[in-house]
């Protein structure tokens, strides 16, 4: 897959002083979804022949829509309720209409071609109540990365509307599943975080446990393709696939540091599975766990300090803390259950894990001491959880009772707002990529 070129240009905000208090405080637990209006964009001019161009003017408004109601925390109002029309987004809206049928906020756009072939994409965020502008900014792009355009737009609104940065502008990488249960064909696949532009990176071979680095231009993953199980890396730009390391065993597991300089991974050595570092510039490696126990699953916190992983060296499955040179190694996870598949959270606060318990499958999160731990969700098989890269949002995998297909389910880290996530057949192992730049 090439490297998405970005031909964007942020260029402004209009300079209307806001007073508004339109707000969503994302660390309720139990909020009602703000309403609001996003009236399809308007086009003074046709599109001309670019079908691209034309998809935007169509579809941008709908793809805003649809993230923020995604995210759970807006209500975006069916157009049908409008009594009002958008005509010229550089006068200011009659907010009476708007207030009649209860938005509270209001999202205005337009489109047009430039005599140079790019499309140029303005918009408006209003506080209804307030009468007020709270954002306008501008965009120039090709044509056909309208839709990252559109995921652009839901992010700036959502951080202005919340505080929080959004995350919809991400692609997610994931393992496509087909075929009978003995045959089952397992493909490297990535698509962006709302379900569209869904291809595979890899045919043919068993894939598993992929993950970004930190620009989202590499994916590490393991691999069947010599028979044995082995970690790659995936160059999205140049489309290149490389063995990491020559080793005799299993490698697996594979992780990034936040920098991108380090890859932790499980190495297998005579039955005993222990963590490494591997130096990407120098290709050399470290032994960070030194115990005769399955010791895998690496994840790092945010400031590259530290690496979570799963033991079983208390006797069950559980999930220890160690400092990034393997020194201090120490349990963080007790009570009843085990507990696996550690992620640290992008804000460092949380780590999310899977429990097994009670003949069930669980997604939680506890502090990085281990304490105040929370169940999100429940289900016959829920697994695997990865962070969006505001540390909001949690995907994993559901498998359903008998293991009747996998699928990809997103929930809130308050535990609201559980959804599944829109793929192309069965799906696992999805991984959330930072913030397209």
Do not use: C
């Amino acid at each position: 897959m090439k490297k998405l070129v970005l031909a964007v240009l942020a260029l402004f905000a209009i300079a209307i002083p806001s007073q508004a208090a339109l707000q969503v405080d994302v660390n309720q637990g139990n909020i009602q979804p703000l309403p609001i209006a996003i009236p399809d964009f308007v086009a003074p001019a046709p599109a001309g022949t670019d079908p691209a161009a034309a998809a935007a003017i169509q579809n941008m408004a709908k793809v805003v829509r649809a993230d923020l109601e995604r995210s759970g925390l807006f209500k975006p109002l069916d157009p049908k309720s409008y009594i009002d029309q958008i005509n010229n987004i550089n006068v200011a809206p009659n907010f009476q209409n708007w207030r009649v049928i209860t938005a509270q906020g209001l999202v205005t756009g337009q489109l047009s071609m430039q005599p140079d072939g790019r499309l140029r994409v303005d918009f408006r965020l209003w506080d209804v109540y307030g009468e007020s502008q709270m954002l306008g900014l501008q965009y120039f792009t090709q044509p056909t990365n309208w839709r990252r355009i559109a995921h652009m737009i839901s992010d700036a609104i959502y951080q202005r509307i919340t505080g929080e940065k959004g995350y919809f502008d991400t692609r997610i990488v994931f393992i496509s599943e087909s075929g009978p249960a003995l045959k089952r064909v397992k493909r490297l696949t990535i698509m962006d975080e709302d379900g569209a532009n869904a291809s595979y990176l890899t045919n043919g071979f068993l894939v598993l446990t992929p993950r970004f680095n930190p620009t989202a231009q590499m994916i590490a993953y393991m691999s069947y393709t010599t028979g044995k199980p082995r970690v790659y890396l995936f160059d999205l730009e140049t489309g290149r696939q490389e063995k990491l390391g020559d080793f005799p065993n299993m490698t697996f597991s594979p992780r990034f540091s936040p920098d991108g300089n380090l890859v932790a991974m499980t190495l297998e050595m005579g039955g005993n599975s222990d963590i490494y570092l591997m130096d990407l510039r120098t290709r050399q490696t470290k032994r960070l766990t030194f115990d005769p126990s399955i010791d895998t699953a690496p994840s790092f916190s945010p400031d590259g300090k530290q690496i979570v992983f799963e033991s079983d060296r208390g006797g069950s499955q559980q999930i220890y803390v160690m400092n990034i040179d393997g020194t201090n190694p120490h349990r963080i996870s007790f009570g009843e259950g085990r507990h696996g598949t550690p992620v640290w959270s992008p804000r460092g606060d949380l780590i999310a894990f899977t429990k097994q318990g009670g003949g069930q499958f669980s997604i939680g999160v506890m502090r990085p001491d281990g304490t105040g731990e929370r169940i999100l969700t429940n289900g016959w098989e829920d697994e695997g959880p990865t962070w969006a890269p505001n540390g909001r949002v949690l995907m994993f995998t559901r498998t359903l009772q008998g293991g009747r297909g996998s699928q990809i389910w997103s929930v809130d880290v308050t535990g609201r707002n559980l959804r599944r996530v829109a793929t192309p057949g069965d799906a696992s192992d999805p991984a959330w990529s930072p913030l397209i730049q």
